[in-house]
């Protein structure tokens, strides 16, 4: 039966969430549902991209991706349903699909709205499952939507470079406030080419090495490792790196700034 994952930015407070998989279920209660995450920030797309990207390349192919995030940034006229690297995307046309993607996806159709029904998030899911059932039964992408539409695109954040250095921005916190950077492992060598670094944050905050895991420092000591998704991390030994370096995660309501704030980014020179 079809794998269905869910990511939102609804959050565990209240009904929601159990609403749209009661939606789903009615469209067929053999649904394989698995929740990825409905704490994503609100208006965030980087941490939204960060989070699904990460998550969906670890499914079977031809899975299916429901993200109910930023659902309403403009009145829907459609929803999109995206066939991408053997993997189904369904998500609002809000730019957040090439985010995630980091490039423009193999196939893509518009899912149209009933002009008269009340477009809420439950209204949304249902549609979804309603493609979802459509295709797990047989029906052509094709035949389920608009081809070819035009989407909006947003790009992915990316770092900043300059010749003997790399700015990342904090794109994740986690649940122990460990700093997630949008910085690679492959960006970060490439960037190197084998030069000592020194890695700088919150002013005057300085790593020198790159761990392996957390047990190589001792406890209370800060230390950088890539991640298990290869993102640069910031992290302390059973501390909690945000909370005591006073580091918050990167908002594009100061994307525009000249200037980035520098509880907010972390840079990596090389010598």
């Known amino acids: 039966m079809a794998i269905i994952t869910l990511t939102s930015d609804i959050g565990q407070q209240d009904y929601l969430v159990g609403a749209v998989k009661g939606q789903l279920l009615q469209v067929n209660t053999a649904f394989n549902l698995i929740d990825i995450s409905h704490n994503i920030s609100p208006f965030n797309y980087p941490q939204a991209a960060y989070v699904c990207r990460n998550a969906i390349k670890n499914f079977p192919p031809l899975s299916f991706h429901i993200l109910l995030v930023n659902l309403f940034e403009k009145k829907p006229e459609h929803l999109l349903l995206a066939y991408h690297q053997d993997q189904y995307i369904l998500c609002a046309d809000n730019g957040l699909l090439t985010m995630i993607l980091e490039d ?3 196939m893509v159709i518009g899912l149209e709205l009933d002009k008269s029904a009340i477009r809420n998030t439950l209204y949304c899911a249902r549609v979804m499952g309603e493609a979802i059932q459509q295709l797990h039964q047989g029906t052509s992408i094709l035949q389920i939507g608009t081809p070819d539409i035009t989407i909006t695109e947003k790009n992915h954040l990316r770092p900043l470079l300059g010749e003997n250095w790399i700015e990342g921005q904090i794109i994740f916190i986690d649940n122990f406030e460990n700093i997630i950077v949008n910085i690679t492992r492959e960006q970060f060598e490439m960037q ?10 919150k002013r005057n905050e300085t790593i020198s090495t790159i761990a392996e895991s957390y047990a190589d420092v001792p406890e209370g000591e800060k230390l950088a490792l890539f991640n298990s998704a290869g993102y640069l991390e910031i992290s302390i030994n059973k501390g909690n790196a945000a909370g005591l370096f006073g580091l918050q995660g990167f908002t594009e309501q100061n994307a525009s700034m000249q200037n980035r704030l520098f509880y907010q980014t972390v840079r990596v020179f090389f010598e």
């Open 104 to 106: 423009k996806p193999e």
């Open 192 to 201: 190197r080419r084998g030069r000592s670094f020194k890695i700088v944050f």
